[in-house]
């Protein structure tokens, strides 16, 4: 049987979504209770692969198992939550058709970064607090160039199990909105490079305060290596991102 899950968890304590053999995951951890409530091996995959620290609030993945019991969607969701650990929590629980696979069937997948611009006493641990005063219509003009077909070369780590990806993204949308305290960058991609969102953020939040121009931005859209800006260094902290939707045709 095949079932699609729409997932929400805090990151904080996990080393990302993606199993790993000596680190706590939140695919390990659903691993873990699924195989534990159904008796026999599961085969699990995410939608995005959240890096550490980084939560979603609308994860999607496929787990599919063989069980002697025939569960309702509702009774496998209900009893799932009952043993995963109280910062993953699965939203929906859906059968999906054999061949559904939540990775490679998303045609779009959305991020969002919140940054607030005030101290919290309750939301350090899903934001990034900017002490500084921003220009936030310099913000908004620069993530708004990010929409459209571009090589993102300088927003990117080179990912290790992927060595040979290509730099080139389609961004099909792109905005900043204001809800004071928060400023919450939006970005939506049919995929996104390792550390893309967090470097572009970063950036943008340089260029907020007054720190490089609008045309120090512009040459690393336009992927010109020898800007002799340290990007990496700027990469913004996990916290405040999150993998907010994924989408399917």
């Known amino acids: 049987m095949t079932w699609k899950l729409t997932l929400e968890y805090d990151g904080t304590r996990y080393r990302g979504w993606q199993e790993q053999s000596n680190a706590r995951t939140v695919a390990g951890a659903i691993r873990q209770a699924a195989e534990a409530l159904l ?14 620290g980084v939560h979603a609030a609308g994860q999607v993945a496929h787990l599919r ?20 650990p109280a910062d993953i929590a699965v939203l929906a629980l859906e059968p999906a058709p054999a061949r559904f696979h939540a990775r490679h069937d998303a045609v779009a997948r959305t991020y969002v970064y919140q940054i607030a611009t005030r101290k919290s006493a309750f939301s350090k641990r899903y ?25 993102f070369s300088c927003f990117r780590a080179v990912d290790p199990s992927k060595p040979d ?81 994924v989408t399917y045709r």
């Open 65 to 84: 198992a063989a069980s002697p019991r025939r569960w309702t969607a509702s009774a496998l969701r209900d009893a799932l939550n009952d043993r995963l």
């Open 165 to 245: 990806e290509s730099p080139i993204v389609v961004v099909h949308a792109a905005t900043v909105e204001q809800d004071d305290p928060l400023l919450l960058i939006r970005l939506e991609a049919s995929h996104f490079l390792w550390r893309m969102v967090r470097r572009i953020v970063g950036v943008v939040v340089k260029l907020g305060r007054g720190e490089i121009a609008g045309q120090d931005f512009d040459r690393l859209l336009a992927a010109q290596a020898d800007t002799g800006l340290d990007v990496a260094a700027w990469t913004a902290p996990a916290s405040g991102l999150f993998l907010e939707s």
């Open 39 to 52: 008796g026999s091996r599961v085969e699990l995959q995410g939608a995005g692969r959240t890096d550490a």
């Open 127 to 151: 934001v990034w607090w900017i002490k500084e005063p921003l220009d936030v219509t310099a913000m908004t003009r620069a993530v708004e160039r990010l929409r459209g077909r571009h090589d």
